[in-house]
């Protein structure tokens, strides 16, 4: 189905499916071949033990906030259509990391015929880090 | 000395400040480095079908294939860019590090666009903060396809210190 959630079917305070995922250099390396990221702090544990990360390499900024974008595709469906993104990168993303991107619905808007939701989004790592606090805007299809 | 430094603003941060790059063009837009995008950001599984299966992208608003709203059409650049120096003992306003970002999303990007950039620096404000004289600097970069329609604006905070 190319589209799961209408704006009336949701409400502030509601939580939106998370999307997990543990990476690794096998997701660090297909992210770098995609997007010719190939940085050596992203590749290799004694470069990134130089650059102050004690643990070694560690993974993209921009990885995460695909992550990010695919937990609104997966929660709204294919047709979604997100209309703003923002985080600030707070903490590292460490090999072998539970990466889970949350979103929980704080304000539903209608203007110019238009059915927003926004909602605060993170990256929540396995010891409980919040590695991405942000926000997005989305555009929901509506019933009325 | 370093440590007298009363700003972290520039000359050239004055002289370019609202001004507005020249445009850049994307090659355009092959269907493969959609999928190849695809695959890469949502491993181990697989891509949704919007972004490799036509008879099915046909069926929904889109009409088409799109392209992941993360998707980069400047990767892989020739002739390469020089590699950016970074300085081996950073000075005062020599360390940095990436503030964040927003992104508001137009159309979605297509096989066979091409996609032109321009970016300005637009703003930036600072304080002494634990890290010492620190400056946000705001960049805006515009994404347009090969129609004039927005694709993507960002604003990124850089953070200097």
């Known amino acids: 189905m190319a589209e799961n959630v209408y704006f009336e079917d949701v409400n502030v305070g509601d939580d939106i499916p998370s999307f997990t995922r543990q990476t690794d250099l096998m997701h660090w390396n297909r992210y770098a071949a995609v997007n010719d990221e190939f940085v050596y702090i992203h590749m290799d544990d004694e470069a990134g033990r130089a650059a102050a990360n004690e643990p070694g390499a560690f993974g993209m900024g921009n990885l995460r906030w695909a992550y990010l974008l695919n937990m609104l595709r997966e929660w709204v469906g294919d047709e979604v259509d997100v209309r703003e993104l923002g985080v600030?990168?707070?903490?590292?993303?460490?090999?072998?990391?539970?990466?889970?991107?949350?979103?929980?619905?704080?304000?539903?808007?209608?203007?110019?015929?238009?059915?927003?939701?926004?909602?605060?989004?993170?990256?929540?790592?396995?010891?409980?880090?919040?590695?991405?606090?942000?926000?997005?805007?989305?555009?929901?299809p509506s019933r009325g | 000395m370093a440590d007298e430094l009363t700003t972290l603003v520039t000359q050239e941060m004055l002289d370019s400040r609202d001004v507005w790059s020249e445009k850049v063009y994307s090659r355009p837009i092959?269907?493969?480095?959609?999928?190849?995008?695809?695959?890469?950001?949502?491993?181990?599984?697989?891509?949704?079908?919007?972004?490799?299966?036509?008879?099915?992208?046909?069926?929904?608003?889109?009409?088409?294939?799109?392209?992941?709203?993360?998707?980069?059409?400047?990767?892989?650049?020739?002739?390469?860019?020089?590699?950016?120096?970074?300085?081996?003992?950073p000075g005062v306003g020599e360390r940095g590090m990436n503030g964040g970002q927003t992104d508001r999303y137009?159309?979605?990007?297509?096989?066979?666009?091409?996609?032109?950039?321009?970016?300005?620096?637009?703003?930036?404000?600072?304080?002494?903060?634990?890290?010492?004289?620190?400056?946000?600097?705001?960049?805006?970069?515009?994404?347009?396809?090969?129609?004039?329609?927005?694709?993507?604006?960002?604003?990124?905070?850089?953070?200097?210190?």
């Not at chain 1, 539970?98 to 808007?109: A, M, N, P, Q």
């Not at chain 2, 046909?58 to 590699?83: E, H, L, S």
Request: net charge negative; with cysteine.
């Open chain 1, 88 to 140: 600030q990168f707070r903490a590292i993303n460490q090999k072998n990391d539970v990466l889970t991107c949350v979103g929980t619905i704080t304000e539903k808007i209608e203007e110019n015929g238009d059915h927003l939701v926004r909602l605060d989004t993170n990256v929540i790592n396995q010891d409980g880090v919040a590695t991405c606090p942000g926000h997005a805007v989305v555009a929901l």
């Open chain 2, 30 to 89: 092959s269907l493969n480095d959609i999928i190849k995008w695809g695959i890469a950001v949502y491993w181990p599984d697989d891509p949704p079908r919007i972004y490799w299966d036509e008879e099915y992208a046909k069926t929904t608003k889109y009409g088409g294939i799109i392209a992941p709203q993360d998707f980069n059409p400047f990767a892989w650049p020739v002739p390469r860019p020089p590699a950016r120096e970074l300085p081996k003992d």
């Open chain 2, 106 to 161: 137009g159309v979605p990007m297509r096989p066979g666009d091409v996609i032109s950039t321009s970016s300005a620096l637009v703003d930036w404000n600072e304080r002494v903060g634990s890290l010492g004289l620190t400056i946000f600097t705001y960049t805006e970069v515009r994404w347009e396809n090969q129609n004039g329609e927005l694709v993507k604006s960002r604003t990124s905070v850089g953070i200097r210190y």
